[in-house]
């Protein structure tokens, strides 16, 4: 069984402190985000609303 001694080389990755650093700036929304935006949260609610709507539609056919 080897023990780890923890030694440190040049080659050992090391964390950097965090700094005082400024997170970058953030651009403007465009008008193309707010359509992907309500395209990624409409597009599965309606397709649910319509999968629900067809599976009672045709549960109803069948009987």
């Given at each position: 069984?080897?023990?780890?001694?923890?030694?440190?080389?040049?080659?050992?990755?090391?964390?950097?402190?965090?700094?005082p650093?400024?997170?970058k700036?953030k651009?403007?929304?465009?008008?193309?985000?707010?359509?992907?935006?309500?395209?990624?949260?409409?597009?599965?609610?309606l397709?649910?609303?319509?999968?629900?709507?067809?599976?009672?539609?045709?549960?109803?056919?069948?009987?």
């Amino acid at each position: 069984m080897s023990s780890n001694t923890g030694e440190i080389d040049e080659t050992t990755v090391r964390l950097r402190p965090a700094g005082p650093e400024k997170p970058k700036a953030k651009k403007p929304a465009t008008a193309r985000d707010a359509l992907m935006t309500c395209v990624l949260v409409l597009y599965p609610a309606l397709a649910t609303v319509g999968a629900i709507a067809a599976s009672l539609l045709l549960s109803g056919t069948s009987a």
